[in-house]
């Protein structure tokens, strides 16, 4: 029975197949990756909105946090596969930690060196400057970031082990079962 990825991959274009299957870790992180930015960004807005209404940067730290910590559970299980050991655990802090950073550069830069806030602009203009600065621009730089350090020094296979070898993929969708009664010629179109 074909693995669920499998499936997956079998729907997709033949001539695309090739490129998902050779990057499928890439694939596999931005999949995560971009749940976790939904998560974020609805954690991000309802902090903005409620509690920390005059913090911004502190609401962006604090949804960054949580989907950070979601993107770890779901990257070692599923899109890097690595086994846990200490080391990992505390080069995935460190580098969070430097992502986060990273992610909340751009909306300190717009907020309080280009002053896109009020009074200097109106409350919509303020917010669409806040998703773009810290959501759009600072997810995907931090996003860079993470793919590259991940893979370099948090999720490492162990020494003596190379990484996994691609999933088989099936050159062409199977047919589908012919069901035609017994003794009756098939359909021809």
């Given at each position: 029975m074909p693995s669920?990825?499998?499936?997956?991959?079998?729907?997709v274009p033949d001539r695309l197949r090739p490129f998902l299957v050779r990057h499928r870790r890439l694939v596999k992180f931005l999949l995560v990756g971009s749940g976790c930015f939904v998560l974020t960004t609805v954690i991000n807005f309802e902090l903005k909105f409620t509690v920390l209404e005059r913090k911004p940067v502190v609401a962006l730290t604090v949804a960054t946090v949580i989907g950070t910590v979601v993107s770890y559970v779901l990257n070692r299980r599923w899109a890097f596969r690595a086994a846990g050991r200490k080391r990992e655990v505390l080069m995935f802090v460190l580098v969070?930690?430097?992502a986060i950073a990273v992610n909340d550069v751009p909306l300190v830069v717009s907020r309080y060196l280009l002053d896109l806030r009020e009074?200097?602009?109106?409350?919509?203009?303020?917010?669409?400057?806040?998703f773009l600065s810290g959501m759009v621009v600072g997810t995907f730089v931090a996003m860079l970031f993470r793919y590259?350090?991940?893979?370099r020094w948090v999720f490492v296979p162990p020494a003596g082990r190379t990484r996994a070898e691609p999933v088989p993929v099936p050159a062409t969708v199977p047919p589908e079962p012919d069901y035609a009664a017994p003794?009756?010629?098939?359909d021809v179109p």
């Open positions: 669920p990825t499998q499936r997956a991959l079998a729907r969070s930690a430097v009074p200097y602009i109106g409350p919509f203009e303020q917010e669409v400057a806040d590259r350090a991940m893979r003794g009756m010629p098939p």
